[in-house]
């Protein structure tokens, strides 16, 4: 089986105000906001995943709407460059290795708590992201680096 690839968002350290955490983005999650959002739209979200990366605790940021749901972390936003859209990124922590690794992305249809389709999907995406199956094990830095945005930008279609 050919082991997934994760991008390497931000590395901590980097940029003024420096990043506190490193964000990794796991490819699925990566195409979802790819199919997903426009150029613009991504941009924005990307900014906010930043930010988080920048606070001293990922699942408690200032000014920002993250919430947890099975073990994980769930960001949401919406209005704004995303219009109408109610997003969510799903996120874990790594504290012993300051990583956010982003899992996944949806667009939220209904009203009331996230589907437990969506959230089942994410759970086993960081099960399998910690058992080393995305080609990165916890802590590694065996992913190529992507860019400072989360991962080069594909043409839409």
């Known amino acids: 089986m050919l082991r997934k690839e994760v991008k390497i968002g931000v590395r901590e350290g980097d940029d003024i105000p420096a990043f506190r955490w490193n964000v ?4 699925l999650a990566f195409n979802e906001a790819m199919e997903l959002f426009e150029a613009d739209q991504y941009e ?8 988080l990366a920048r ?3 990922p699942s408690h940021p200032i000014g920002q709407r993250v919430d947890p749901i099975e073990g994980l972390f769930e960001f949401k936003d919406k209005g704004g460059p995303l219009g109408r859209k109610n997003i969510r990124v799903f996120f874990g922590i790594d504290k012993a290795s300051k990583d956010i690794v982003v899992l996944g992305v949806i667009q939220k249809q209904n009203e009331g708590a996230t589907p437990l389709g969506d959230r089942e999907r994410m759970a086993r995406r960081w099960r ?9 094990s916890p802590g ?9 945005s989360g991962g080069e930008r594909r043409e839409r279609k």
Not at 140 to 148: C, D, M, P, Y
């Open 24 to 27: 990794l983005i796991l490819d």
């Open 44 to 51: 924005h979200v990307a900014e906010q995943i930043k930010e």
């Open 55 to 57: 606070g001293r605790d």
């Open 128 to 136: 399998k992201y910690r058992a080393g199956d995305y080609g990165l």
């Open 140 to 148: 590694g830095r065996q992913a190529k680096r992507a860019g400072k």
